[in-house]
Antibody, heavy 119, light 107 residues
Framework: QVQLQESGPGLVKPSETLSLTCTVSGDSISSYYWSWVRQPPGKGLEWIGYFYYSGSTNYIPSLKSRVTISLDTSKNQFSLKLSSVTAADTAVYYC?????????????WGQGTLVTVSS | DIQMTQSPSSVSASVGDRVTITCRASQDISSWLAWYQQKPGKAPKVLIYAASTLRSGVPSRFSGSGSGTDFTLTISSLQPEDFATYYCQQANSFPPTFGQGTKVEIK
């Protein structure tokens, strides 16, 4: 049974860097596409980007200058860093997996973690 | 970016009703479409991918159809556990984009 679990601070100050980690269990992270998706309170879903186990990344253009997604295969984890945050970055952040045949089909999700940007 | 537009935004229905949700893409996405169900405080769960392929374990009362720009999700007989928000998502091209959601409420 594949499980994903997000972890990280729930409160980040404006202009600082949001850092989250997703721990994967039940399967190796050395395969698949690993994405982050966010959802502002009461709003819809926005894909942020992915890291493919081979090393390639892809980020949504509106966030590309501020986002980094990386993998730590030794810990079976991947992480998200979003710099220079503002209140508009307040959201529930989900980590998600997509299969090799469909990089944008998200078949397993973490439970989500709320990150609030506030001083 | 490809825009995904769902209708209706919300629907009130009773247990046993047939419910249909539509999703329109701003350009041709072939069959690269997924449907997700999200309950309050929970992560989305994929129901259907490739427009009409039911994910293993998803009840057969859920079905999807369509290709190109127009798609539908049908719940043939609504059950109490189906009250949730449903999202379509195009997986055809970068970046993947979601519809705004359709909330299925109890009538």
């Amino acid at each position: 049974q594949v499980q994903l679990q997000e972890s990280g601070p729930g409160l980040v100050k404006p202009s600082e860097t949001l850092s989250l980690t997703c721990t994967v269990s039940g399967d190796s992270i050395s395969s698949y596409y690993w994405s982050w998706v966010r959802q502002p309170p009461g709003k819809g879903l926005e894909w942020i980007g992915y890291f493919y186990y081979s090393g390639s990344t892809n980020y949504i253009p509106s966030l590309k200058s501020r986002v980094t997604i990386s993998l730590d295969t030794s810990k079976n984890q991947f992480s998200l860093k979003l710099s220079s945050v503002t209140a508009a970055d307040t959201a529930v952040y989900y980590c998600a997996r997509a299969p090799n045949w469909g990089r944008y089909y998200f078949d397993y999700w973490g439970q989500g973690t709320l990150v609030t940007v506030s001083s | 970016d490809i825009q995904m537009t769902q209708s209706p935004s919300s629907v009130s229905a009773s247990v046993g009703d047939r419910v249909t949700i539509t999703c329109r893409a701003s350009q041709d996405i072939s069959s690269w479409l997924a449907w997700y169900q999200q309950k309050p405080g929970k992560a989305p769960k994929v129901l259907i991918y490739a427009a009409s392929t039911l994910r293993s374990g998803v009840p057969s009362r859920f079905s999807g159809s369509g290709s190109g720009t127009d798609f539908t999700l049908t719940i043939s007989s609504l059950q109490p556990e189906d009250f949730a928000t449903y999202y379509c998502q195009q997986a055809n091209s970068f970046p993947p984009t979601f519809g705004q959601g359709t909330k299925v409420e109890i009538k």
